[in-house]
């Protein structure tokens, strides 16, 4: 499994010079496995990752999974400037998520629809599917998705990926403190390879005045790699105010509690 990150920023896009090590676009992560792609989530990285994908495709038809966690713009933002969703008719893309609202499809092409943006979904070349998912079990040609609730505001998935013997954990956007969710996320992280989790917060930034408002710390992300014995953790969804020098000291503290730990930057590649 090769994981490679496009996206590492929560909330909003940072390319701000003291943000730059780390990165300032927001959520993606791109995972390859056998000859299948799997992406998690289309934030402003989601557009890099589509001109990576059609310089290696040369050409050559692309198919994906993509599974959202959830529909705020940090995670969602790149799905217009995606290059490979509109010029080969032969791409193949499918959507996994859960709109409780709306539906999966019409909420992604209400998104882009008119004021919002010039050009709207149907004018995309290629193959879409949708597939609404709530909690459960996506199983994927040999390999598995499965999806557990978290705790955000309007809701949010995380996933465990489980594909040719090795599993990964994405889980961002999830705030502790409630008793279902922190089991939700720690059965989700069981024994998992590799432990992507949202550490947007300082634990002293979260005490003092982000209650309520759905993300987690680094303190938290020791507390779930160690209970739930996943082996190794990554910090995702960093603060837009949080500069390089700031997630540095993250990393170095969370190493004195843990030491298979780092912190997301964009350009990173996991080898499991
Ligand atoms: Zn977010
Ligand atoms: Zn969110």
């Given at each position: 499994m090769l994981v490679r990150f496009w996206g590492v920023r929560g909330s909003t896009p940072t390319p701000q010079a003291e943000n730059l090590?780390?990165?300032?676009?927001t959520s993606c992560v791109e995972v390859r496995s056998g000859n299948q792609i799997y992406i998690f989530d289309c934030g402003t990285g989601f557009r890099n990752l589509g001109k990576s994908m059609e310089q290696q495709a040369n050409g050559k038809a692309l198919s994906a999974h993509i599974f959202l966690s959830h529909f705020h713009w940090d995670h969602i933002q790149g799905i217009p400037f995606f290059a490979p969703l509109y010029e080969n008719a032969k791409n193949e893309f499918v959507f996994h998520s859960?709109?409780?609202?709306?539906g999966l499809q019409r909420t992604l092409e209400e998104q882009m629809s008119d004021p919002f943006f010039?050009?709207?979904?149907?004018?995309?070349?290629a193959k879409r599917l949708y597939v609404d998912i709530d909690e459960g079990r996506t199983e994927l040609n040999g390999s598995v998705v499965r999806s557990m609730w978290l705790n955000h505001p309007q809701g949010c998935l995380g996933f465990r990926l489980e594909a040719e013997g090795q599993v990964l954990v994405y889980a961002t956007d999830n705030e502790p403190g409630d008793a279902l969710f922190d089991q939700n996320v720690r059965k989700l992280a069981e024994?998992?390879?590799?432990l992507i989790y949202d550490?947007?917060?300082?634990p002293e930034e979260y005490e003092a005045r982000k209650r309520g408002w759905g993300h987690s710390h680094w303190r938290e992300a020791i507390n779930v790699v160690t209970q739930s014995g996943a082996k190794e953790l990554v910090l995702f969804?960093?603060?837009?105010?949080?500069t390089d020098e700031c997630i540095d000291s993250v990393v170095t503290k969370a190493r004195d509690y843990y030491p298979r730990v780092r912190a997301a930057a964009e350009g990173m590649e996991i080898r499991l």
């Open positions: 090590r780390y990165g300032g676009n859960s709109s409780r609202t709306r010039p050009v709207n979904m149907n004018e995309m070349a024994g998992a390879d590799l550490a947007q917060y300082l969804h960093h603060d837009p105010d949080h």
